[in-house]
């Protein structure tokens, strides 16, 4: 298998308030893992690349100090939403890369979402 | 850059018939390629990748696609769709050296009675 999880499933969260949502690979380890925004009825928007034991690399446009990410195993990302405002509230999608997979690390494997609301 | 376009934002089949879903990407040379499907709230489930070889593949549920190069398209394809078959259907395509993903906008399936 290549199961990933992700913790809490739903939030809701104050305005001003940090919430902190964990990405785990459960039966592999990952050196990347990815983290996506998806508004409703629209794609996935990646927001950054994870990488263990290094900072993350985030696309443009993300405010790196609002989305905290940090990967300090290689089963465990988090993605920390600091200062949380209800325009954040969103769909947040990990994905996870086997480590040493060659070719094969072209696949992610998929995090089944946390729905995140900010009043 | 790479990118992928989706051209039917929804689609509605009758269940029992055929679907094919469209899928066209832009990447200078060939590139890995997905089928994602979500249901509501959900993740993404894979349904078929293709990496090289054979340009028909099998996937889950029935699904099957094929690449074509000279038209630089993925179209996905089952013969006869199910009531559960009505989902999101995303697909991707990821780089052969950078490795980020990049997903077209989706088609909604609807799935008639």
């Known amino acids: 298998g290549a199961v990933v999880s992700q913790h809490p499933s739903w939030v809701i969260c104050k305005s001003g308030t940090s919430v902190k949502i964990e990405c785990r690979s459960l039966?592999?380890?990952?050196?990347?893992m990815f983290w996506y925004r998806q508004f409703p009825k629209q794609s996935l928007m990646l927001m950054a690349t994870?990488?263990?034991?290094?900072?993350?690399?985030?696309e443009q446009g993300v405010e790196k100090d609002k989305f905290l990410i940090n990967h300090a195993s290689l089963t465990l990302s988090t993605l920390t939403v600091t200062s949380a405002h209800p325009e954040d509230s969103s769909f947040y999608i990990c994905?996870?890369?086997?480590?040493?997979?060659?070719?094969?690390?072209?696949?992610?494997?998929f995090g089944p979402g946390t729905r995140l609301t900010v009043t | 850059a790479q990118s992928v376009t989706q051209p039917d934002i929804h689609i509605t089949v009758s269940e029992g018939a055929s679907l094919e879903l469209r899928c066209n990407y832009s990447?200078?040379?060939?590139?890995?390629l997905f089928w994602y499907v979500q249901s509501p709230g959900q993740g993404l489930q894979l349904l078929l990748k293709?990496?090289?070889?054979?340009?028909l593949v099998q996937g889950i549920k029935g699904f099957e696609a094929e690449f074509k190069r000279s038209q630089s398209s993925f179209n996905l394809r089952k013969p006869s769709v199910h009531w559960s078959d009505a989902a999101e259907y995303f697909c991707?395509?990821?780089?052969?050296?950078?490795?980020?993903?990049?997903f077209g906008d989706g088609t909604t399936l609807t799935v008639k009675p």
């Open positions: 994905s996870a890369r086997k480590s040493n997979s060659g070719r094969g690390g072209a696949e992610q494997y």
């Open positions: 039966d592999f380890q990952a050196t990347t």
């Open positions: 994870s990488n263990e034991g290094s900072k993350a690399t985030y």
């Open positions: 990447y200078g040379a060939t590139p890995y």
């Open positions: 293709y990496f090289s070889g054979d340009t």
């Open positions: 991707a395509v990821v780089g052969t050296n950078a490795g980020k993903s990049t």
